[in-house]
């Protein structure tokens, strides 16, 4: 068996928090790039049994990464991009993006991630927030999971997953996932993720950002509430709540990390005098 040692792992001491996240505020952190899951494993465990504070990031559409965080990042950008495809099956590693599934996908005739295929997301990264676009879920149509929890790799199956709105399996790293999908002409599920990347271009602010900062509350759009608190448009040094959409912070520029935490605790504050509403956050603080 190959040994691994610490090493061999691509480490960058002051990466650009531009460079692994879609928000892309200022700043550096220290972060780690495992190319295999051998690597991954070997750095999850050894961070997890010294206690080191990491914390993981697939796609990072969904992460403000402070730049004063003393932690690791355990970056799964530069994982191998490993999905294997058998009759109506595919089996992904979790570092691989939503789009990238899909493009295999289209290719073999199967359909399933077309409207995923729009969400800036990585394979782990989507499956712990339960992503979805207009009604498809990441968790629609998988089967499986394979996880790294307590030093163990396990399988888990989907009925054993509790998956809701934004709510996906939070208990530990996620490795591959395996999905069953339908066999459909090539063109049809092309035409389909044409359709949706069109809607998602016409209907979200362009940018960047990490999509909706908060998850809708019950009966009520959270970008409603906030728009109706006069907020669309506010501006905190290089960061603004958009004007197209108010759910979305967009980095005009070169925004901080205090830039952004600050229109997202003036979303709640403000809405919560108004409404009485306390806004839950979809986006993850890393801090
Ligand atoms: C322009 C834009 C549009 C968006 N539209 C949508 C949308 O339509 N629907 C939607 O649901 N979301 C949307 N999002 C939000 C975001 O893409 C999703 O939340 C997505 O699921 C995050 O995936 P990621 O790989 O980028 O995760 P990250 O942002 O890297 O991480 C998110 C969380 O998942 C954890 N994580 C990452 N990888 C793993 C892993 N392998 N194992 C365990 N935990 C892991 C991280 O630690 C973190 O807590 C949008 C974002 C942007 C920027």
Redesign the pocket.
């Known amino acids: 068996m190959l040994k691994i040692i610490l090493s061999d792992i691509e480490y960058n001491q002051c990466e650009e928090i531009k460079n692994i996240?879609?928000?892309k505020t200022k700043g550096c952190v220290k972060v780690f790039y495992p190319k295999n899951q051998k690597q991954l494993i070997f750095l999850y465990n050894l961070l997890s049994i010294n206690n080191i504070k990491f914390?993981?990031?697939?796609?990072?559409?969904?992460?403000l990464i402070s730049d004063r965080y003393m932690g690791y990042i355990v970056s799964?950008s530069k994982m191998r991009k490993n999905i294997l495809i058998r009759g109506n099956s595919v089996v992904v590693c979790?570092?691989v993006k939503l789009s990238d599934v899909y493009k295999n996908c289209q290719e073999h005739g199967l359909s399933g991630f077309e409207k995923l295929a729009?969400?800036?997301?990585?394979?782990?990264?989507?499956?712990?927030?339960?992503?979805?676009?207009d009604g498809s879920q990441i968790s629609d149509h998988l089967v499986w999971i394979k996880v790294l929890r307590n030093g163990k790799i396990e399988k888990i199956f989907r009925k054993d997953l509790m998956f809701g709105y934004?709510k996906g399996?939070?208990k530990?790293?996620?490795?591959s996932a395996k999905f069953t999908l339908r066999a459909k002409d090539r063109d049809e599920i092309r035409d389909e993720f044409m359709k949706n990347a069109i809607v998602?271009l016409s209907s979200?602010p362009q940018g960047n950002?990490?999509?909706?900062v908060f998850k809708n509350p019950r009966s009520v759009s959270a970008g409603r509430l906030i728009e109706e608190c006069a907020l669309k448009g506010k501006r905190q040094g290089e960061a603004i709540i958009s004007n197209k959409h108010a759910n979305f912070i967009l980095n005009t520029d070169n925004a901080s990390f205090g830039d952004v935490l600050y229109l997202i605790q003036l979303m709640e504050k403000e809405v919560y005098k108004k409404f009485k509403v306390r806004l839950e956050r979809?986006v993850?603080i890393i801090k």
């Open positions: 996240t879609t928000i914390a993981l990031v697939g796609g990072g559409s969904n992460v799964l979790a570092g729009t969400i800036p997301a990585s394979i782990g990264g989507a499956i712990g927030m339960n992503a979805s676009f934004r399996y939070s530990g790293l996620i490795l998602r979200q950002s990490f999509g909706s979809e993850k």
